[in-house]
């Protein structure tokens, strides 16, 4: 299995895929912990329970495919899973998961700030479900794995911030 996870500055969506790896659901929404463990400690528990072999984190660029306020959040945590886990961390391009889950959620009949949270979750199955149709479609892991000293040849690889390395 692998786990989805959308990151954001109050809440983080996580998802899960099926054994097969081939449909993703929902699981819970996280509160974003301000002294940064609880939350970490939450994905790590829902990997270990699932069994995954593999974490899959939403990137948020730009239209462009630029940095937004929210792509070196989304890095940082990463980073924190990767270092926290024994289970890769893989970084995929989620360019308007979040648009796309309050669509889906609106076209249903379900909307308002009550579904803020249900919203993270489903897009956290779209990321996680991204991730599978790219690999699906190019016989490659999806995005960039995190702690890797560049892009590797997965789909959609995305290239590692020059930070001072």
């Known amino acids: 299995m692998r786990l989805g996870v959308d990151v954001g500055r109050a809440r983080i969506g996580v998802a899960r895929t099926d054994p097969d790896g081939m449909i993703a659901t929902p699981v819970e929404t996280v509160p974003r912990a301000a002294d940064g ?29 630029g940095d937004t306020p929210s792509t070196t959040d989304a890095r940082d945590f ?15 391009d ?39 149709d790219l690999e699906r479609s190019s016989g490659r892991p999806p995005g960039h794995l995190v702690g890797a000293p560049g892009p590797d040849d997965g789909a959609g690889a995305l290239p590692v911030p020059d930070e001072g390395r």
């Open 78 to 92: 990463a980073a924190v899973l990767a270092g926290r886990s024994d289970v890769p961390v893989r970084l995929v």
């Open 37 to 65: 463990t609880a939350d970490v400690d939450a994905i790590l528990a829902h990997a270990a329970e699932a069994s995954a072999f593999e974490i899959i984190v939403g990137l948020p660029l730009s239209l462009s495919g």
């Open 94 to 132: 989620e360019r308007l998961s979040t648009v796309s889950a309050q669509g889906a959620l609106r076209a249903s009949g379900r909307k308002g700030r009550r579904q803020r949270s249900v919203i993270d979750q489903v897009a956290a199955v779209i990321i996680v479900q991204h991730a599978l």
